[in-house]
T-cell receptor, first 116, second 112 residues
């Protein structure tokens, strides 16, 4: 079945460092891909999304490109801030899976800690 | 505009009890989905409802049930609670198209 695999955390970086969080997926159809962020004690916030191959999602300095050939959707940011400390989840939505367009399949999450 | 609202925010129940969690979608949204997030894991899909009908179900036992009301709010019911049901339960709403983006802050359920 469909699945999402994220790099293991935690990831600890210094402020202004470059961030990459790897995400690869397995899907039977042509999924939409998402990155969500979860701050401590809160629910999920959509960070960015891409709906087809070669699309680039971007928001708040974060970017990810939908790579169909490598089934990847890696999250990047050029210069992280302390306020970026959170757990990041890669997810996919495959309308061919589970009979529902509302079925998001999440990775296990990657905890990012940014030190001043 | 109010976002997705969930109640209660925290809940403690005893094994074997039953619990009902509530979700109000964003105004105008007709689809509600429920997810379970166990500590340290990603959310797992439980149900999706659209226009008061079940449109999707994840791999959860029959102890889990849900419904959607005419105003599009939703309830998730869990019977015969187990310790393993302790989790953050998240609700998400959408207008009915495919790209979910609006999650509530969740209900933290602790089963003792």
């Amino acid at each position: 079945g469909d699945s999402v695999t994220q790099m293991e955390g935690p990831v600890t970086l210094s402020e202004e460092a470059f961030l990459t969080i790897n995400c690869t997926y397995t899907a039977t159809g042509y999924p939409s891909l998402f990155w969500y962020v979860q701050y401590p004690g809160e629910g999920l916030q959509l960070l960015l999304k891409a709906t087809k191959a070669d699309d680039k999602g971007s928001n708040k300095g974060f970017e990810a490109t939908y790579r169909k050939e490598t089934t990847s959707f890696h999250l990047e940011k050029g210069s992280v801030q302390v306020s970026d400390s959170a757990v990041y989840f890669c997810a996919l939505s495959d309308p061919n899976y589970g009979g529902s367009q509302g079925n998001l399949i999440f990775g296990k999450g990657t905890k990012l800690s940014v030190k001043p | 505009d109010a976002g997705v609202t969930q109640s209660p925010t925290h809940l403690i129940k005893t094994r074997g009890q039953q619990v009902t969690l509530r979700c109000s979608p964003i105004s105008g949204h007709k689809s509600v989905s429920w997810y379970q997030q166990v500590l340290g894991q990603g959310p797992q899909f439980i149900f999706q409802y659209y226009e008061k009908e079940e449109r999707g179900r994840g791999n959860f036992p029959d102890r889990f049930s849900a419904r959607q009301f005419p105003n599009y709010s939703s309830e998730l019911n869990v019977n015969a609670l187990l310790l393993g049901d302790s989790a953050l339960y998240l609700c998400a709403s959408s207008s009915g198209t495919d790209l979910l983006s609006n999650f509530g802050s969740g209900t933290r359920l602790t089963v003792v």
